[in-house]
């Protein structure tokens, strides 16, 4: 009898939430053998008649979620579910022994695992579908085609009972616009491996989940005219200034409601009150693009501008789900999260569950509390596994040293970074506890600024910390750092010595000639450059922070004014800033290109896309000298994968064709403006209090100004350490594709440091499996929205509308200064190819250091991630260009075109209306 014949008896396991709870809470998962008819490829309609063929344990919990809307009477896509007995008996007869889920699950962190692993997807991937199920999948489609002009959506249904768990692991998985038996076949089976993903079994490992099966259901895609997600109720952790407890919030956005990769599309935002539906407030994106389904599969199409600056939602979209919202909760009184479509004013449910609150990050629980405000300045959006295996592991160890240094203890075992839906993400709830040890470094003082928020929380966490065993190592600690700081410039003098005499080395020799194993040997030297390069900048961050609260700290006690304004202002005005030089360097050339119309004209008109396609002369000399000195810098920096500067060198010629458009004499002005207001503010102070406090107020802005001054020149080292990292990459990542040991170009980026260094030792290491496993993790990453910049407890899936009160924007004062101007919100992905005009408001997802050459261009910046000591706000100082950084949501709540007027002064940003 073939699998999946009607009324075959099929053993299954059954799983059980009656485990004994761990120590966070959480309840285990068991599982036992049973009996019970197998159930083919069913319609949901026909599964939610049959109530003993409905369960989790035989359609995943998508499936079984979707029988329980259509018991109810909501309206769904039409759908299938595959059982999950079909994904059982693949793994039991097909899958060598130890590769099914539940030994998987058992070997999670084990040396082999990650390999096992990816054996286990790419052998899922190539099985031979069973026969009667691949002609009962081409039959389906033969059945649906002609009402399925966009084809069938195939989504993972795993088994295990907690919806929320197996989101935060990831194990989501949808293949759009499926066409014909053969893409059915395909869809089904890259959807059972999407259950081999290494970082999703890890997550189900820690959470107690000893097994693992994957249903599958098909639906028709619904002809989106709209789509998003609507929370009926805030879920955990949400600070009710931002959405409050009595108010439902949708994001909307046209098309279909697929998340879109590092925030690209920003979706419409509408919080309207429960019960009654009244509305509370409205954010309309300019939504560009719009996702459809087309004969080649699901793609992005332009939006006509007119319909892009229009809600997506009808009045009448909103009403009935307003009704949706209200009748959910009528059955089950809890928070739901509903994903939907609209077609024709229909609103059909695609998905909905309560929201349970189960799934953390690692590491972390209901009141952890995570940021990326800081470090999204570098890295804002997922990270390679190359870049990971370099960044945590130097990121863990410098912070414990860092944080040893100042004398505090860290707890064994404590979890300082995560990998949040691929981002980097720092768990402050344990920096704080930790910071805390030290008397005046509070949450409030860090979070302001460093950026992030949830600092009434954190100060809770904090309440109680001992300090008894800082003041016991005090003596100890106090002066080993008085002989560090007195160390500190002298050690970094000689290690820019003799990194400067490596690179001329490296700059000289053909990387080409060294042998595999000279070039592994090669590898681990520049990441103990980074890991050497980077330890020495947290100690000059650490002694730049020292240096801040005590200027800070004197000027609030002797001055009697805006401490933290007066210290952002005296502080500024420094001649020689590294991370100010290359918007600097970028103003000259343009200068000289001024004298040269022709290459002016080419320049402005995009003519020119590297360095070559100019004639010799002083702008190509000056270009070749500033490619020399500036060309490891990039966006997004910090990933491995980022082409730099000196690769990609049109991203340097459109910040040249910004800059030639303001008048020449302007990027003077705006030089020297940060100088002239250092020293009246200087002359202001002197007025006021007495010649010792001048002195050592004085003393304090020199220590302060120094050490600034050597955390930018240390970053700049990393900054070229990891391009010296990336140079060697590529060159093995040749090496492995011409020895056909690596599937595809790239593939370099996604192994690990030691991974790499072991395929170039044994010389006989094949990666193509594991690389296509982390391809495919690294992809389902991708297609996942943003976290918020701050959560507590677990990521929310809708964008968080931004804090408006009045209509006014709030954030973090970085640069003083108040400026009106016409708002250039920078297109995610492809900020340095826009045209910025001088006068613009720059309007930025990060404080990305590469864009800084654009500020000397802008007459305001506002950023959504960053603090006021982030590198890109010590350039807006420099520049004297009125800046406000970790303002949530100003990519949304802004628009092209309107007018603002940015106070860099407070941190508010007020819309000013149209005249006339």
């Not at 303001?662 to 100088?675: E, Q, V, Y």
């Amino acid at each position: 009898m073939p699998l999946g014949a009607p009324g075959q008896e099929t053993p299954f396991l059954e799983f059980s939430v009656n485990a004994p709870p761990f120590a966070d809470g959480t309840r285990g998962t068991s599982c036992r053998i049973v009996s019970a008819p197998f159930i083919h490829l069913r319609s949901i309609d026909a599964l939610a008649a049959t109530p003993g063929l409905a369960g989790a344990q035989r359609i995943g919990g998508k499936g079984a979620r979707l029988v329980w809307l259509t018991r109810h009477g909501f309206e769904i896509p039409r759908g299938w579910a595959l059982d999950a007995e079909h994904f059982r008996q693949l793994v039991l007869k097909r899958l060598p022994k130890g590769y099914a889920p539940q030994h998987l699950l058992q070997r999670v962190g084990a040396q082999d695992a990650l390999q096992a692993m990816a054996l286990a997807r790419d052998a899922i991937l190539a099985e031979p579908m069973d026969s009667a199920l691949a002609d009962e999948l081409g039959a389906l489609w033969e059945q649906v085609a002609q009402d399925a002009p966009w084809g069938l959506a195939v989504r993972s249904s795993a088994t295990c009972e907690d919806d929320e768990l197996t989101a935060m692991a990831g194990l989501a998985s949808t293949v759009l616009g499926v066409r014909g038996r053969e893409g059915l076949i395909d869809a089904v089976r890259r959807v059972w491996a999407s259950a081999m993903l290494p970082r999703a079994l890890g997550h189900l490992a820690s959470r107690g989940v000893t097994d693992l099966a994957m249903a599958v259901v098909v639906q028709v895609v619904a002809q989106a005219d709209a789509s998003g997600v609507m929370f009926t109720r805030p879920p955990p952790g949400v600070d009710a200034s931002v959405w409050a407890a009595d108010e439902r919030l949708v994001n909307a956005t046209l098309g279909l409601g697929a998340p879109v990769a590092n925030g690209a599309v920003s979706p419409d935002m509408i919080r309207f009150a429960a019960r009654t539906g009244e509305l509370r407030g409205m954010t309309i994106a300019r939504k560009h693009r719009a996702l459809v389904v087309d004969e080649s599969g699901s793609t992005f199409v332009d939006v006509p501008a007119a319909r892009a600056a229009e809600p997506a939602l009808s009045a009448l979209a909103l009403e009935r789900l307003a009704a949706i919202a209200d009748r959910l909760e009528s059955i089950d009184p809890a928070a739901h999260d509903v994903e939907f479509v609209i077609e024709r004013d229909r609103v059909l449910i695609v998905q909905s569950r309560p929201v349970v609150g189960a799934g953390f990050p690692e590491g972390g629980d209901a009141d952890t509390v995570w940021s990326r405000a800081n470090v999204g300045e570098a890295l804002p959006g997922v990270a390679t596994p190359l870049t990971w295996s370099v960044a945590r592991g130097f990121s863990e160890r410098g912070f414990r040293q860092a944080f040893g240094s100042l004398g505090c203890k860290v707890p064994v075992g404590a979890t300082l970074v995560a990998n949040v839906h691929g981002r980097f993400y720092l768990n402050l709830t344990q920096f704080m506890r930790i910071a805390a040890q030290v008397p005046g470094l509070d949450p409030r003082t860090l979070t302001q600024l460093g950026g992030g928020n949830g600092t009434s929380v954190l100060e809770n966490q904090v309440t109680g910390v001992s300090r008894s065993g800082f003041y016991l190592r005090l003596p100890v600690t106090a002066s080993r750092l008085a002989a560090e700081q007195l160390t500190l410039a002298r050690r970094l003098e000689s290690h820019a010595r003799k990194m400067t005499s490596k690179l001329r080395a490296r700059r000289e020799r053909d990387i080409n000639r060294l042998s595999d194993k000279e070039l592994a040997a090669e590898l681990r030297e520049v990441v103990r450059d980074l890991e050497v390069t980077g330890t020495l900048m947290l100690a000059c961050a650490s002694a730049s922070l020292a240096g801040h609260l005590a200027l800070k700290t004197w000027i609030s006690l002797v001055a009697n004014g805006e401490a933290e304004r007066i210290t952002q202002v005296v502080c500024a005005g420094m001649a020689e800033l590294e991370s100010a030089r290359p918007g600097r360097a970028i103003a000259d050339i343009a200068a000289l290109a001024r004298h040269d119309p022709e290459i002016a004209t080419g320049i402005s008109a995009g003519r020119f896309k590297k360095l070559s396609d100019l004639p010799s002369g002083p702008v190509q000399r000056a270009l070749t000298r500033f490619f020399d000195q500036f060309g490891d810098r990039a966006l997004r920096e910090a990933e491995l994968s980022a082409p730099r500067w000196r690769e990609d060198h049109a991203q340097v010629f459109a910040m040249i064709a910004s800059s030639l458009r303001k008048p020449a004499n302007d990027t003077d002005s705006s030089l020297h403006r940060a100088g002239a207001a250092s020293d009246e503010q200087m002359a202001q102070l002197a007025k006021k209090i007495s010649r010792p406090a001048m002195a050592v107020l004085r003393t304090l802005l020199g220590q302060a100004r120094r050490t600034t001054q050597m955390r930018e020149r240390m970053r700049a080292w990393v900054t070229r350490c990891l391009g010296e990292i990336r140079i060697v990459a590529l060159e093995i990542d040749q090496r492995l594709l011409r020895a056909e040991r690596s599937p595809s170009p790239g593939a370099v980026f996604f192994c690990t440091v030691d991974e790499l260094i072991g395929a170039l030792e044994s010389g006989h290491v094949e990666l193509g499996h594991v690389v296509r496993l982390r391809r495919a993790e690294h992809a389902r990453d991708e297609s996942r929205p943003d976290a918020p910049v701050t959560f507590v407890g677990t990521p929310p899936s809708v964008v968080l509308p931004p804090v408006s009160g009045n209509g006014t924007l709030h954030g973090l004062p970085a640069c003083s200064g108040v400026v009106e101007g016409t708002v250039h919100v920078l297109t995610a992905g492809r900020e340095l190819e826009e045209e910025m005009r001088p006068g613009e408001i720059l309007v930025a997802r990060t404080t990305d250091v590469a864009l800084t050459p654009l500020f000397l261009v802008a007459a305001g910046v506002i950023t959504e991630l960053g603090g006021p000591l982030s590198h890109a706000a010590l350039v807006a100082r420099e520049y004297g260009v009125p800046t406000v950084v970790n303002v949530a949501g100003a990519t949304v709540a802004l628009r092209n075109g309107e007018r603002v007027r940015v106070d860099g002064t407070h941190g508010t940003i007020e819309r000013i209306a149209a005249q006339g």
